[in-house]
């Protein structure tokens, strides 16, 4: 079952913070975050494994809740360069089959 | 320098004509994928291959068809019986241990 991102697309000025959710009906393995530039391809972002984990680099952070259903990606006093599309994506326990999430727009104006 | 590589970055096909896709990596990865996408749209997994000899088919395996002979590559072929080949197609692997995909830079299909 794909994920569910939300929102679908988001228009910010510099310097504002968002925050991207992926959802599932079902317990994740784990969860990655991605950004895709247009015509190019998905950039790693970060992981999360653990059900309560947080974790983050410079201004952009993600967690993970108790019950591994849901991953948070917070993105602070966002920049220019943070315009993309980001996806969640999971692998899946006992096999290598991976999923993306349906993947959330971001737009940051100047 | 390791890496994925895809040929060619843009492609165009008459309809009707099968057409293949090459994936390389020198990343020593076991796991290997190809997703499918379309403008605006997410990544669909078309097949995705554990080990050499072996691969299993994703969410839209229609109309593909994949082989897996040697490590290092995994060439797509996109057969006439697939319906709307045009798209941006993403080749990727998977490091041992925390499963993050790693892309290549994708071939952007165009039949026309």
């Known amino acids: 079952q794909q994920p569910v991102q939300s929102p679908q697309a988001v228009i910010l000025r510099e310097g504002e913070d968002a925050v991207i959710n992926c959802s599932s009906s079902k317990a994740l393995y784990s969860v990655h975050w991605y950004r895709q530039k247009h015509g190019e391809a998905p950039i790693f972002l970060m992981i999360?494994?653990?059900?309560?984990e947080q974790k983050g680099h410079d201004k952009i952070s993600a967690s993970f809740n108790e019950k591994k259903q849901q991953s948070s990606l917070y993105l602070t006093a966002s920049q220019l360069s943070y315009s993309g599309t980001y996806f969640c994506g999971t692998g899946t326990s006992g096999t290598y089959k991976y999923i993306f999430g349906t993947g959330t727009r971001l737009k940051v104006l100047a | 320098d390791g890496g994925i590589t895809q040929s060619p970055k843009y492609l165009f096909r008459k309809e009707g004509q099968n057409v293949t896709l090459s994936c390389e990596q020198n990343l020593n990865h076991d796991a290997m994928y190809w997703y499918r996408q379309d403008p605006g749209q997410g990544l669909r997994l078309i097949y995705y291959s554990q080990i050499v000899n072996d691969f299993q088919k994703g969410d839209i395996a229609e109309g593909y068809s994949v082989s897996r002979e040697k490590k290092e590559s995994f060439p797509l072929t996109v057969t006439s019986a697939q319906k709307n080949p045009t798209a941006f197609y993403l080749c990727?692997?998977?490091?041992?241990?925390?499963?993050?995909?790693?892309f290549g830079p994708g071939t952007r299909l165009t039949v026309l």
């Open positions: 990727a692997t998977t490091s041992p241990g925390e499963n993050e995909q790693f």
């Open positions: 999360l494994l653990k059900g309560g």
